[in-house]
């Protein structure tokens, strides 16, 4: 059983709960209990959304006045959402929306992996949608083996899940391994309805935004690498495809479409042979389409990934993009297939080269000291996890970017010129690797 509070003025009040899930069909019970300090009559609107956010409005006579009733709400064994206005509730002036998160019906575990997330209308497979859910399913299979690969010992363990909303995701974690401590890799295709603020964590450009509920399609693959070694670097890529769209008879964002990602690496410690190699994998695969992307995005990268509190990056970068839609779709979508195939031969020579260098306390405690700004940016400004807690999805998946394990020291400086204070600097100062 929930708590919340509703304003009520001159006989109307709207409540809107923001929620992680909120299953479609909502049954509202009549406010019979309800005694404001004016006699009224007062009547509910039926809600019916499968989305995250609800909104209802009561409707009463202009004879009553102002009170402060109190909204309950609980799960009914018929899967429904019943909510009650209990007693007498209290004087107050004005008119408030009061918003807070609820966690209901979060996911359901599958016993398998389903071959598709898409809903039945979206599996032609020369549509877009299809094609990049079937894209993000192969990079996940290539990238989880060649990590198996190099580790030798850890195995990823799969989850498979959906959402009451619309869509699912498969997760999989390797977790303790001979090489990583932690490697997350992710993919998920969820649609349904979103609130405003998750449209915003999405779209933060947007202004054409009316309130209400915004339909919503969204796919992507995501992971964060952390490995044991301090000399080896931590490695993280995203790819996501995104669309909003707004029925005639529900308000909200324009049809909107955009591509979004990128792949960018962390080390603690700067080996330029590494840092070079790396960067001109993420080059090669930009300049197939367009010259201009890779100085392009590299700054986007440089720029996104700035820890605004520290003064300083994540790492030294990659390349990163988002909301672009300003190509032709077909083009975008095979730009986004080869990044996502440029991951590998990216990053796992780095691997093969410093997994197995010998490292000292010191080195690690310094490899723990910048997880800790891995932390801060993911939690703080990471747009990614931003919309999934918005927008109700999985936590376990959200948050499987985090490390391990992380350590702050109060006021930490390393020595001017040691290889510690060398990489601080190349996150304080980016530079051109080629």
């Known amino acids: 059983m929930g708590q919340y509070q509703a304003f009520q003025c001159h006989g109307n009040y709207s409540i809107n709960l923001l929620c992680d899930e909120v299953p479609s069909i909502f049954s509202l019970l009549s406010p019979s209990n309800f005694t404001p300090h004016t006699p009224h009559s007062a009547r509910l609107l039926m809600a019916s959304l499968s989305a995250s956010s609800l909104s209802f409005f009561p409707l009463s006579s202009p004879s009553c006045s102002l009170t402060k009733p109190q909204l309950s709400f609980s799960i009914a064994t018929t899967n429904r959402i019943k909510f009650t206005i209990p007693t007498k509730p209290r004087n107050h002036v004005g008119t408030h929306v009061i918003r807070s998160a609820v966690s209901i019906d979060k996911e359901i575990l599958l016993s398998e992996s389903p071959h598709t997330l898409l809903r039945e209308s979206d599996r032609d497979g020369n549509s877009i949608r299809a094609r990049f859910q079937q894209m993000i399913m192969k990079a996940q299979d290539i990238v989880c083996e060649a990590i198996e690969e190099v580790d030798g010992i850890g195995k990823f363990k799969e989850d498979a899940w959906t959402r009451s909303g619309g869509g699912g995701g498969i997760s999989r974690v390797l977790q303790d391994g001979a090489v990583w401590e932690k490697a997350g890799v992710n993919i998920s295709v969820v649609y349904g309805m979103m609130p405003p603020e998750a449209y915003r964590a999405a779209k933060p450009a947007a202004t054409d935004l009316n309130p209400g509920p915004v339909p919503f399609f969204a796919a992507g693959i995501s992971s964060v690498l952390h490995p044991r070694n301090p000399f080896a670097p931590t490695l993280h890529f995203n790819y996501r495809y995104f669309e909003t769209d707004a029925p005639k008879d529900i308000p909200g964002a324009p049809r909107q479409w955009w591509f979004g990602g990128g792949t960018d690496l962390t080390p603690a410690y700067i080996f330029e042979e590494d840092v070079r190699h790396f960067h001109s994998i993420q080059k ?85 000291l910048r997880r800790g700004r891995y932390v801060e940016f993911n939690l703080v400004y990471d747009r990614g996890t931003t919309f999934g807690l918005k927008t109700g999805g999985r936590i376990e998946s959200i948050l499987v970017s985090l490390p391990l394990t992380a350590r702050w020291e109060y006021d930490h400086k390393p020595e001017e010129g040691s290889e510690e ?14």
């Open 284 to 368: 090669r695969a930009c300049d197939k389409f367009d010259p201009t992307f890779y100085p392009r995005f590299k700054k986007w990268c440089d720029d996104y990934f700035y820890i605004k509190h520290r003064g300083e990056r994540r790492g030294l970068g990659g390349i990163f993009f988002d909301d672009l839609n300003d190509y032709d779709q077909e083009m975008l979508l095979s730009f986004a297939t080869e990044c996502a195939n440029s991951v590998v031969p990216a990053y796992i020579p780095i691997m093969e080269k410093r997994k197995d260098m010998p490292y000292t306390e010191r080195h690690k405690a310094w490899q723990q």
């Open 421 to 434: 204070w060398k990489l601080l600097d190349a996150c304080i100062n980016p530079k051109e690797w080629v």
